[in-house]
């Protein structure tokens, strides 16, 4: 640690400092052995460069350092009665007259000291280094050959031949430097604590303004300059009610009462603010609020909430995910690039397994939204209760088993982000009407709760399904669907891009196979390309899971032999054998309800929990009938 005393010093002094102080307290300060003109620019110097917190000086420099930084601590290297007494005796030694000569001040009145010794004392005073001389020059003149004083004293009398006395004892020096080393760890402490307010003050996040009892300001932090608009230059110093409209500290001075969470406008803004009294030890001294734009604090609660409940609200994918060089696949990224622009809603629609997910995610990390939440949930993988309770949340004690303290739902975590309803034309009818007024109002209330919570989110919906089906079937609201499909996205299924196939394949061969496909790279190649001839009902989800079970083969040393063509024929005849099986029984299933209901379609649709329109779609694609 740098030392934080000065000793503003002459030869004299620094001898004696030297020889009675030990080397740990000496490395604890500066020792500035300087002549008497040089003494104030150097310790001026030291106290504007914050390089100081206390100075130790005694006679001249003592007078001249308070005079000239009145600000500074400074200890003085006192006289003691004793130490005096102990000069006086020295001095009777030489002559029966000595002189003591001081800056500027005579010390004590010596009439006591002349009857215990015996001794004419003279004192003398100077004001500069000049006079100093003059005076010791006449006293040697006047037979006075004995004198007291401090370093320069002493020093000038060696000059002209007197006998000088050094004034400071060993016990004066000790003692001031103890009690300068205590200054300084007070002094230190006290900055401590100030750089602690100073911080709390500039980095707080609400703003902080404070008056004295005269409803001056005293305190007014940055974040109250940012909110109020106002410079902190135009504010302290300046009656409160003649600076800033309508912060009422002018009344708390009167009052004395406490305002807890009040609403105002101020700047044109609505802030919310906390106003009190400031009493220290029973006196009432002023008054401090504390205030925070409402804004903020809706957006900090936002952020407080999404980070307690949940963990990676992101989007993992972007454009650059969807592989393919296609036409249509092209047409599609640019299609959803135009939307990701804007804040409208978004239905997708495709077969399962063409990368809805995929468009979902990339549009979200296109958008403006894209540094806030992304929240995905499956309409079809929840029960109904459970999602309604997930998407608008509940309070405490909504339901049997609902959480203590209650769950913040799906749609506040995701406001100012996206959510992305997966399945959507699975959601119940009965939560559809409430799902609608979340998009017109843009806002919701938590199951058992009267509050309303204003949200901000875009929505995202993807099917598998004709969704304008299912609003002819009733099942779906037709003027939810209208809300929902703004903007519409057809994602192709795989087989209307089979030049894709090769890329696709190998973008998921080689993150998830590396070395194999290293290995194995002309039989892979071969492979992608025959796949192209093949039809992917389950789309790149089906392409994936045959790769897989190529990928189990190919590595297989007694199934080597097998040709590329072999390999993909032999394992996906296997997939087809079962698709084949599936679509048989689905024929079956919907022969029989047809026959039980003597061909009528309604009651052969309600039979098997499909619309209409779905069944009469199977059954001209099977050939049914």
């Known amino acids: 640690m740098k030392p934080r005393i000065a000793i503003m010093s002459y030869d004299r002094l620094t001898k004696s400092v030297k020889l009675n102080v030990d080397n740990y307290t000496l490395k604890k300060m500066y020792i500035i052995n300087s002549k008497f003109k040089d003494t104030v620019n150097i310790a001026k110097n030291l106290w504007d460069n914050d390089k100081v917190d206390v100075f130790v000086s005694g006679s001249s420099n003592l007078e001249m350092l308070k005079y000239n930084i009145p600000d500074a601590p ?72 004995t004198i007291i004083g401090a370093s320069m004293v002493c020093d000038i009398c060696d000059e002209i031949g007197l006998n000088s006395i ?19 760890e007070s002094i230190g402490k006290q900055r401590y604590k100030n750089i602690q307010l100073n911080a709390i003050l500039n980095y707080a996040y609400c703003g902080i303004m404070a008056t004295d009892e005269n409803n001056i300001i005293q305190v007014y932090n940055p974040m ?34 406490e305002e807890i969470n009040q609403i105002q406008k101020i700047n044109r803004q609505t802030i919310l603010t906390n106003r009190l009294p400031l009493t220290i030890d029973g006196q009432f001294k002023g008054a401090v609020a504390t205030f925070q734009d409402i804004k903020s604090i809706q957006n900090s609660e936002h952020k407080v909430r999404r980070e307690i409940y949940t963990k990676g609200l992101v989007a993992k994918y972007t454009f650059d995910d969807i592989k393919g060089k296609s036409r249509v696949i092209k047409d599609c990224i640019t299609l959803a690039k135009k939307y990701a622009r804007s804040d409208f809603t978004v239905l997708i629609t495709g077969e399962s397994g063409t990368g809805k997910e995929l468009f979902v ?61 997966d399945e959507i034309a699975e959601m119940p009818r009965s939560l559809q009407s409430r799902f609608l007024r979340v998009i017109q109002e843009k806002e919701v209330m938590r199951l058992g709760s009267d509050k309303i919570i204003p949200i901000n989110v875009r929505i995202i919906s993807a099917t598998n399904k004709n969704l304008w089906e299912e609003v002819l079937n009733k099942s779906f609201r037709e ?21 894709d196939i090769p890329e696709i394949s190998r973008e998921l061969i080689t993150k998830r196979f590396g070395d194999l496909y290293k290995m194995y790279r002309e039989k892979w190649e071969k492979i992608f390309e025959i796949l192209m001839n093949y039809d992917f009902l389950g789309n790149v989800r089906e392409l994936k899971n045959v790769l897989k079970r190529i990928s189990v083969f190919i590595e297989n040393e007694d199934e080597n032999y097998f040709s590329a063509e072999e390999l993909v024929d032999k394992l996906y005849k296997k997939r087809q054998s079962i698709n084949m099986e599936n679509k048989n029984k689905e024929v079956e299933c919907i022969l029989k309800a047809l026959s039980e209901f003597n061909g009528n379609r309604e009651k052969t649709a309600k039979k098997l929990n499909m619309s209409r329109t779905t069944l009469w779609r199977k059954i001209k694609d099977y050939g049914i009938l």
């Open 74 to 145: 400074i200890v003085d290297i006192k006289i003691s009665g004793f130490s005096m007494m102990e000069n006086l005796a020295v001095a009777k030694k030489n002559s029966n007259t000595v002189a003591i000569v001081t800056y500027k001040k005579p010390i004590v009145d010596f009439n006591l000291h002349q009857n215990i010794f015996s001794i004419n004392i003279i004192q003398k005073c100077f004001n500069d280094d000049n006079q100093l001389r003059n005076i010791l020059n006449d006293l040697k003149k006047s037979g006075v050959n």
């Open 166 to 184: 050094f004034i400071y004892s060993k016990d004066s020096i000790i003692n001031a430097i103890g009690y300068a080393i205590q200054l300084r």
């Open 224 to 257: 109250a300059e940012k909110i109020m608009g106002i410079s902190k230059e135009n504010v302290i110093g300046k009656p409160v009610d003649k600076t800033i409209e309508n912060t009422r500290l002018d009344k708390i001075i009167i009052t004395k009462k």
């Open 361 to 421: 995610n990339s549009i979200h990390n296109e958008s403006r939204r894209k540094n806030e939440a992304f929240v995905a949930v499956n309409c079809a993988a929840l029960p109904e209760n459970l999602l309604e309770s997930e998407l608008f949340g509940y309070e405490e004690g909504a339901f049997t088993g609902a959480k203590k303290g209650g769950k913040i739902g799906l749609f506040e975590l995701a406001h100012n982000g996206t959510i992305f309803l």
């Open 479 to 499: 003027d939810l669907y209208y809300r929902l499909s703004v903007l519409e996205l057809n994602i192709p299924p795989l087989r209307d891009r089979r030049k």
